[in-house]
């Protein structure tokens, strides 16, 4: 019988930990938010580089794939980066490597590729079986030095392999190619700028390193995208947001027509075309923008006739970017169609800037700090500096373990014989030479290993030339770790070198965005841009309206449907915005150009603007800039509303008088400029005139009591010039009109009751 003692099974719940939940979760999401700061989201100050762009270059790298090699397939890359060094998805990958060979995306690419990585219409790349790819001769100076001990290499995340915590080039990619990203509570805009102007401001930074930031901007303009374009904000503007390390830029795409004759239309992007005609050519978009988008915004807004001014846009592009504008007639200013672009269209953007990068603090590891242009490229200079000085140190051991062997083989040569004699004889040589010739291990064991070829009286002399090299390299170093300035000066020297292959005379260090501030902008309005024609305008009992072509006779007979007939019916022009009054006291605006034809019986108003179920239309006018209404509930209370205070920018219109205890809005009267004085009649028909004066001008509101009932409320009210009298309509089928010049005794204070109208005045209680 077996003596074996059985464990019992460990109880799982022996492991649950007693924690409050809320500290639990923000130890957890704390976790988690780090881990998406510094390990996915933002950009090292040091290489401008995201862990998944630096492990792409560095898995490229490692398959040789450097722009005097062929190319591999993309597939080959992402598989060894998603399995090697970044445990996350294929795709993901794929297009952060396809962002990396884009070159309207990047400034300046870091992968050089072959086959369809997209275009700037919008379109996507093709899949990663079908393009390939190498490294290009920036990403070669990016990672420049990555053998010479300038940089910490840290194990992967399954410590199979090893990958290096940065790059240690000196190009300088952060703000060469900028960065863009979104972690957990902070993110980071950088737009990518010039390499030369970069470099120019570090190299004054270097020599002066209390200069300040006005100087740094008169080197360091601004940005410079990868798709040219033109930043239009005042320098002010700009050096403020570089000295805080947060601001944008308003982006505009550039109007060029390099076949134009004259410089000007050149400039300005216009072509003549003979008769008078022209048409506008776009050569650059703003960054980020896809060129399909924009000419569908633009095609859009003449389909929805929001650009009447433009007739119709072009893609004539193939490798470089034209597109082309067609004026609705060779009157319209061409300053005016653009920046009416700017303002609909994204041919106008921004672009934000948020220098919020991960610093090496020592002690603290990588921080995320938002810095100035001065503070990150200090920082920046420092890093470099640091790269420098491990450099030199690598060199310098590597010298000294050279040196050893090198002294070594020299005591060999000049005890040749008794070398050779101690091999020959002794079983174990090399203790034996260690302590006659007072040798190391390595040079002991370096002598023995020597071919015999090497022991030729040339190679005596070699060796002493190799070792006086050497040593004067080595006090070179010596002498660089020893002097900050000599290391400055190196430095200068390196950015120097750097620069001339990316100055303004070559193809890629040519700056390509345009740093100048807009001129004023044309004033204008969509009215401006609407043809001007006559229309007649015709809204139904039932609320259907619509718009007839020219100014017919208003007492024209129209079609309505079954059951409806005429409300209100006007002279207007396209260009005149329609002012709507409902019975609940809100005015809603419609503009003329966008009614309906009257070919059909129209559409229903309430497809237009939002009007309340319970409430209908009782007034409808045209706006006139400086107009004045009289606006009065049947409760007798009103005031005076400037038509320009009634427009509305929304379908919910604007609530304009206040309406209370079931009362309505009962006169919606036009003031004319010359109208002195008030007549208001009551349902008791009574009447009282005052001066209008005493009324006041309100946005919105109630009013004040025009009149004083017992019973009822007001009938109608309207506005006159007193010394012409009152008139009113007499009735009958003669339209007769009569006019009261006596109307003194009814003229008292706002508010009164009033009295009795003169003899003849309508028993309906209203002026017309």
Not at 70 to 84: E, N, Q, T
Not at 402 to 407: D, F, I, S
Not at 632 to 660: C, I, P, W, Y
Not at 750 to 767: D, H, L, T, Y
Request: proline share 5%.
């Amino acid at each position: 019988m077996s003596d074996t003692v059985t464990t019992p099974p460990e109880d799982p719940f022996d492991a649950i930990v007693d924690a409050p939940f809320d500290a639990a979760l923000s130890e957890r999401y704390l976790v988690y938010a780090l881990s998406t700061i510094t390990a996915r989201s933002l950009p090292d100050l040091r290489d401008g580089l995201k862990p998944v762009h630096r492990r792409l270059l560095w898995a490229m790298r490692q398959l040789k794939l450097d722009p005097s090699s062929a190319f591999k397939k993309s597939a080959r890359v992402v598989g060894d980066v998603i399995g090697k060094y970044h445990p996350h998805g294929d795709a993901s990958v794929y297009d952060a490597m396809v962002r990396l060979a884009q070159d309207f995306a990047l400034r300046y690419p870091l992968v050089e590729g072959q086959g369809n990585f997209g275009n700037v219409d919008g379109d996507n790349a093709a899949a990663y079986r079908y393009t390939e790819a190498r490294l290009t001769k920036t990403a070669l100076a990016l990672m420049a030095g990555l053998d010479e001990g300038t940089v910490d290499f840290l194990p992967t995340y399954n410590g199979e392999e090893v990958e290096p915590e940065i790059f240690p080039g000196l190009f300088p990619n952060l703000l060469a190619n900028g960065s863009s990203g979104i972690a957990v509570g902070m993110a980071t805009s950088i737009p990518s700028h010039n390499v030369a102007e970069v470099i120019d401001a570090t190299l004054e930074l270097i020599d002066n390193p209390h200069v300040e930031h006005a100087r740094l901007m008169e080197l360091f303009h601004g940005p410079d995208f990868a798709t040219g374009g033109q930043v239009v904000d005042s320098a002010a503007s700009i050096a403020e947001a570089y000295r805080t390390g947060r601001g944008s830029f308003r982006l505009r795409g550039k109007f060029h027509a390099p076949e134009a004759k004259d410089a000007d239309d050149i400039a300005a992007g216009i072509e003549r075309l003979g008769g008078g005609q022209w048409q506008l050519v776009i050569s650059e978009i703003p960054y980020q923008v896809p060129k399909g988008k924009l000419i569908e915004q633009i095609a859009a807004l003449i389909g929805d006739r929001k650009l009447p001014i433009l007739e119709d846009v072009r893609d004539e592009s193939d490798t470089a970017i034209r597109i082309v504008l067609t004026p609705k007639s060779r009157n319209v200013d061409p300053e005016l169609l653009k920046e009416s672009l700017f303002k609909l269209t994204d041919l106008e953007t921004r672009f934000s800037l948020n220098l919020n990068v991960l610093d090496a603090q020592p002690g603290l590891g990588r921080t995320p700090m938002v810095m100035g242009l001065k503070e990150l490229l200090g920082s920046w200079t420092a890093a470099q500096i640091d790269i420098l000085q491990r450099r030199a140190q690598h060199r310098l051991d590597k010298i000294a373990s050279r040196l050893e062997l090198v002294r070594g083989y020299i005591i060999a040569f000049l005890n040749l014989d008794r070398v050779i004699e101690i091999i020959r004889t002794e079983d174990e040589p090399k203790p034996l030479m260690m302590a006659e010739f007072d040798l190391t291990d390595r040079q002991a064991e370096a002598i023995l290993n020597m071919r015999l070829r090497s022991l030729r009286k040339l190679e005596e002399m070699e060796l002493r030339k190799e070792q006086d090299t050497l040593l004067a390299e080595e006090a070179e170093l010596q002498a660089l770790l020893e002097s900050p300035a000599k290391q400055r000066t190196r430095l200068k020297r390196d950015l120097k070198a750097l620069r001339k292959e990316y100055a303004e005379d070559t193809a890629l260090g040519a700056r390509r965005t345009l740093i100048a501030e807009a001129a004023p902008a044309v004033e204008f309005s969509m009215d401006a841009m609407i043809e001007k024609a006559p229309v007649t305008v015709i809204l139904s009992q039932k609320g259907w309206i619509r718009a007839a072509s020219g100014h017919v006779p208003l007492d024209q007979e129209f079609k309505y449907k079954e059951g409806d007939s005429l409300a209100f019916i006007l002279h207007a022009q396209t260009t005149d915005k329609l002012l709507l009054a409902a019975s609940d006291g809100r005015f809603y605006t419609l503009g003329c150009d966008k009614l309906p034809g009257a070919r059909g019986f129209g559409e229903p108003v309430r497809t237009m603007v939002d009007l309340e179920s319970e409430a209908a239309i009782t007034a409808m006018m045209v706006h006139r800039p400086g107009g004045r209404l009289l606006l009065a509930s049947s409760h007798g209370k009103g005031f005076v509303a400037a038509m320009d205070d009634l427009l509305a920018e929304t379908r919910k219109g604007r609530q304009v008088v206040n309406l209370k205890d079931g009362a309505a809005l009962r006169v919606i009267r036009e003031i004319a400029p010359t109208h002195d004085h008030v007549a208001c009649v009551g349902d008791n028909r009574k009447l009282v005139v005052f001066n209008l004066e005493e009324l006041p001008v309100m946005a919105r509101g109630q009013g004040v009591q025009l009149q004083r009932y017992r019973d009822g409320g007001l009938s109608d009210a309207i506005t006159f010039v007193l010394g012409d009298g009152l008139s009113w309509q007499m009735g009958g089928s003669g339209e007769r009109t009569r006019t009261e010049t006596e109307i003194r005794m009814w003229k008292v204070a706002r508010g009164a009751a009033g009295r009795m109208p003169p003899q003849g005045f309508p028993k309906s209680g209203r002026f017309d």
